[in-house]
């Protein structure tokens, strides 16, 4: 059975960071591409990052790239989510999702609940 339990939300002043986790069971990332999707109210669900189960590399929307690191511990199972220089316009839920045989996690297989990243001063 898969899970994906995500933590690490919350609110915080522009140019600010915060770390998301994503502990997850029930796959392999052998198997599995495994990132982070965000939806802002009244917006379309966004894919933030990635990292691919065809070549092992992060990938990263454009209007992320250079602020936020997505990164893995095997050893716990769990997949981080950095964000860095935080920005009004990145206030949304984040939902950790994996996704079969998947490069880019652009067609997730399992969703997360999702945590709430505020970003106001």
């Known amino acids: 059975q898969v899970q994906l339990v995500e933590s690490g939300g919350g609110s915080v002043e522009p140019g600010g960071s915060l770390r998301l986790s994503c502990e997850f069971s029930?796959?392999?990332?052998?198997?599995?591409?495994i990132g982070w999707f965000r939806q802002a109210p009244g917006s379309r669900h966004e894919g933030v990052s990635c990292i691919s189960s065809i070549d092992g590399n992060s990938y990263y929307a454009d209007s992320v790239k250079g602020r936020f690191t997505i990164s893995r511990d095997n050893a716990k199972n769990t997949v981080y989510l950095q964000m860095n220089s935080l920005k009004p316009e990145d206030t949304a839920v984040y939902t950790c999702v994996a996704e079969s045989k998947g490069l880019y996690c652009s067609g997730p297989d399992y969703w997360g609940q999702g945590t709430q990243v505020t970003v106001s001063s």
């Open positions: 029930g796959f392999s990332l052998d198997d599995y591409a």
